[in-house]
């Protein structure tokens, strides 16, 4: 009996000696391992956004964060992101959570970084991290962002405190008569696991021509962007006030949809949740009168319930007297080139002006053919220069430019846009979604 009970106790001590082995393993990983396995791996190494080159939305981000690749991704590596760039940010800066990137768009709260915005919040569609958990990223970075060793207290993890409170959703305050006008995209619904993007024409509400001088935007949580456009053939203007899916409810292409997307014309737009930007003084953009525009929100849920949509715009005028410039859209078109069956070609253009010009914004436009589009300075002491790139056709990145490119007489603008044609057939520039296009959008002011 005695050699049973003896056995049983080494049997007992064998498994909590084991037990306790697993906890001291556990408790022993890193903080960058706990990082990966408890936010990177579930929030953003998900498909459709970090986890691998096969997401749609790599080509832009460049990005992957699974487990056998983020370490190397992250740290000390240069953002895409063009506003984070600017600012000298890395993806990860060892000891300066203020200069990574991954911190910003983890955390809600933009006052540690002067009020800047470098896009949505991620995870984008999901709820935010915790406060612990945002916390425990800080800390790692400000520790020297170690791949190896425990450097943060991992119970920040287990922290499930809000970081962000959502109070119901206000509209922007309405400018004071004679000093602007509102436009709002109502509340709609986004389904669960779904990507709704949606386009609606709403009349600003103008009886005589205005000139605007700030625009500012402001919308719900999980846009990816919200963009309004005019109209280039008054004709061909869709239904007013009247939603217009991208997509049907089962994810196909909804083509009268596609179709009213080639009378477009940029006029503003936003990649960040709120948005608030003044031209230069002097300038301002001018708006005929009953201007109509095409209001046009994204917006991800990745959750299994429905999630609101809502999106506010003021246009704040100035008095014509008080203009200088006016500012104009740009609308530069490639309308000659032809893409021949299951080859990539670059196609390029220069666009040359006559009289000098100050550009102010950037963005551009193809169909899903295009890969990559590419704006260049053509002429001067900046010839070549690169001051715009994008890599996702259908959310393409809006620049505005804090100090306006000044292009002198003679000098203009290249485009340079390289396209896949996956088809069995050759395609040129055209209006239907199995057409292509090549357009720089944007403002400027001569």
């Known amino acids: ?23 001291t393993a556990s408790a022993e990983k890193s903080s960058f391992t706990l990082l990966q396995e408890r936010i990177l791996t579930p929030t953003c190494a998900t498909a459709g956004c970090h986890a691998s080159d096969k997401d749609p939305s790599f080509a832009q981000h460049g990005l992957v964060l699974s487990a056998a690749v983020a370490y190397t991704n992250l740290v000390n590596v240069q953002p895409r992101n063009s ?24 955390d809600p709260n933009p006052a540690h970084h002067g009020g800047k ?96 001088n700030r625009i500012q935007v402001k919308m719900r949580p999980n846009s990816h962007h919200f963009v309004a456009y005019g109209f280039k053939d008054q004709a061909l203007v869709p239904p007013m006030d009247q939603v217009r899916d991208l997509r049907n409810p089962d994810g196909s292409a909804n083509l009268l949809t596609y179709l009213s997307m080639q009378n477009h014309i940029f006029v503003a737009g936003t990649q960040t949740p709120t948005y608030d930007y003044t031209f230069p003084a002097g300038s301002a953009l001018l ?12 917006y991800v849920n990745k959750t299994g ?23 104009k ?35 551009s436009h193809t169909h899903k053919l295009g890969e990559k589009f590419v704006i260049k300075i053509k002429g001067g002491a900046r010839n070549g220069e690169v001051i715009y790139t994008n890599t996702d056709w259908e959310h393409p990145q809006i620049v505005t430019f804090t100090t306006p490119i000044a292009l002198k007489a003679g000098e203009g603008l290249t485009s340079e846009v390289t396209y896949f044609n996956n088809t069995n057939r050759t395609v040129g520039f055209g209006l239907t979604s199995e057409d292509e296009m090549n357009i720089i959008f944007g403002y400027y002011f001569e």
């Not at 506010?312 to 500012?327: E, G, R």
């Not at 253009?349 to 102010?360: E, N, S, W």
């Open 1 to 23: 009996m005695f050699t049973a009970l003896a056995a049983s106790a080494l049997l007992i001590n064998a498994c909590q000696t084991g037990k306790e082995a697993g906890e």
């Open 83 to 106: 506003a984070a760039k600017t600012d000298g940010l890395m993806r990860v800066k060892p000891f300066t959570s203020a200069q990574s990137l991954l911190f910003h768009k983890f």
């Open 117 to 212: 915005q470098y896009g949505s919040l991620m995870p984008l569609g999901m709820d935010p991290l915790s406060v612990g958990q945002v916390e425990f990223v800080r800390r790692w970075i400000e520790a020297g962002a170690p791949r190896q060793g425990s450097v943060v207290d991992a119970s920040l993890l287990d922290d499930k405190t809000p970081s962000v409170t959502y109070a119901p959703f206000e509209v922007l305050p309405k400018p004071a008569v004679e000093q602007g006008f509102q436009m709002n995209l109502p509340q709609f619904s986004v389904a669960p696991n779904f990507e709704r993007e949606l386009f609606m024409r709403r009349s600003v509400g103008n009886a005589t021509d205005v000139y605007v």
């Open 287 to 298: 708006i005929p009168a009953n201007t109509s525009l095409d209001l046009n929100s994204h």
């Open 305 to 327: 319930a429905p999630l609101p949509g809502e999106v506010s715009m003021n246009l704040y005028t100035v008095d014509k007297a008080k203009v200088v410039n006016v500012v």
């Open 329 to 363: 859209t740009l609308n530069e078109a490639n309308t000659n080139f032809s893409l021949p069956a299951g080859q990539r070609r670059t196609i390029t253009k220069d666009f040359i002006y006559t009289k000098p010009r100050m550009i102010l914004a950037l963005t």
